[in-house]
């Protein structure tokens, strides 16, 4: 049977002609290894191809090699759907990913947390193109693949295994309000949820990230719980105050995330601290200790150029720079190099390697219809031609659910306490949500954890 893209007039005549009477059949599916309408949870799929017959049809990590596919009107943008696609594929372990209108046929792969665009064709094109496709996700495409990657897995338990390394990230600008503490702790969960143990560290005596990830349960000064076990102890004692002792567990996102508090006491203790000898290093030595415990170290850092930032930048092998790309922001970047090249100045004395810069994160962008088509692209532009900076890939609007999530409460008693969750626990289906994610797999992707 032969295949005409203008015969198909709506989403049900795509998935009818495209799909069933022409794609299914020549790519091998039979009527028992391939289903339409699945629902899997909140997921509701338009066709799901295994290369196996699969009875009862159960989505593990062990199901066979399988396919979505999913039908659009004609009319549709298929760049509106990938994100939705990703998170099916990503989220049901399904291998592969058939995205059409109709008018043009995608294929997208799962490569770990993330997809990747592997075909592409116009609709007219299907019928030179099917070799090509049926190469991909054909049915005998995919049992034999499946039995290579099996042979895979068995040579590579015989091999030896690679020695642990925790990757430790400063995120820092010296300006205020570029949308960092939130970056932090919403990184922190996105990271977490890929299933890696997570440290964070707040180096701001205001302690914005120690309240953002809910460790303040108090109300009054005089029940303060943290004002003798947080960094400020942690950097002063060389026997002392390991982390494993003052990392404190925080249920602000699920699965947790450990948190080595900060208190407005750093504020003040500053300048005996810097006649300390030794204190740039200390937190190298601690965290040394515990660098099979975790994977991945947060450090949010005061917006300044003081002996906190200079630890933390001194300590980190990886700096994320969030920006809102405004002005001053912007300007200020040039304090940022300058301060990197000291920091790395002393990182050559203490035979430790230059900080590595992943790049100038977009944080607090306006979700304007007009900035974003026509600001935010010059603006990015402008980062690596006047500053010399990479900007990251990830992109950080300014929404409100951000904000909501930041302020949730919860009584205790007659007493109302601060109880945040991070975006993906509060509104895992958001574009905020799907931002962070986007972002966790981007950072993990660039220090070498995917």
């Known amino acids: 049977m032969l295949f005409n893209p203008e015969l198909c007039r709506n989403e049900s005549e795509v998935e009818s002609k495209l799909i069933v009477q022409y794609l299914l059949p020549q790519l091998g599916y039979t009527p028992d290894t391939w289903h339409q309408e699945v629902a899997v949870g909140s997921i509701r799929l338009d066709f799901l191809a295994f290369g196996v017959q699969v009875v009862p049809l159960i989505l593990d990590a062990n199901s066979p090699l399988s396919v979505v596919m999913e039908a659009k009107s004609p009319k549709q943008n298929l760049n509106h759907h990938v994100l939705r696609l990703r998170h099916y594929l990503t989220s049901l372990n399904v291998r592969f990913g058939l995205l059409t ?79 960092k503490t939130t970056t932090v702790v919403n990184l922190a969960a996105a990271i977490r949820k890929k299933g890696k143990r997570v440290l964070v560290i707040d180096f701001d005596s205001q302690a914005n990230t120690t309240f953002a990830t809910g460790l303040v349960k108090f109300d009054d000064e005089e029940f303060d719980d943290i004002k ?21 567990k925080s249920s602000f996102c ?88 000291g920091i790395n100045t002393f990182r050559r004395q203490i035979r430790k390697p230059q900080i590595e810069v992943i790049g100038v994160l ?45 302020e949730k409460t919860i009584l205790v008693g007659d007493m109302e306490l601060a109880d945040p969750v991070s975006i993906l626990d509060f509104k895992p289906d958001s574009s905020a949500a799907q931002e962070f994610e986007l972002l966790a797999i981007e950072v993990l992707q660039k220090i070498g954890l995917v």
Do not use: W
Not at 139 to 156: D, H, I, W
């Open 101 to 179: 209108n109709g008018k043009e046929i995608r294929i997208y792969q799962k490569l770990r947390d993330d997809i990747q665009l592997v075909f592409q064709c116009d609709g007219n094109d299907v019928e030179e193109k099917i070799e090509e496709i049926r190469g991909l996700i054909g049915r005998e495409s995919l049992k034999n693949q499946q039995f290579k990657e099996q042979l895979e897995v068995q040579v590579s338990n015989l091999e030896p295994k690679k020695e642990h390394s925790m990757k430790t990230i400063a995120i820092y600008h010296n300006k205020g309000g570029v949308g």
């Open 254 to 341: 699920n699965p947790e995330i450990f948190v080595v508090p900060a208190h407005i006491d750093l504020m003040r203790n500053e300048t005996d601290l810097n006649d300390l000898d030794g204190s740039r290093l200390i937190l190298i030595d601690k965290l040394e200790s515990v660098k099979d415990e975790y994977d991945v170290v947060l450090i949010d850092t005061p917006p300044s150029l003081n002996l906190y930032a200079r630890i933390a930048l001194i300590t980190a092998d990886y700096l994320i720079i969030p920006s809102d790309l405004k002005p001053f922001a912007n300007q200020g970047l040039t304090n940022v190099k300058e301060f990197i090249k």
């Open 362 to 406: 977009a944080c607090k962008i306006s979700t304007n219809n007009q900035f974003v088509r026509h600001t935010l692209p010059k603006r990015l532009e402008a980062i690596p031609k006047r500053y010399g900076l990479e900007v990251m890939d990830t992109v950080i609007y300014d929404r409100d659910d951000l904000a909501k999530c930041a």
């Open 228 to 248: 003798e076990s947080n960094l400020l102890q942690v950097l002063q004692s060389e026997d002392f105050y390991p982390i494993s002792e003052v990392a404190r």
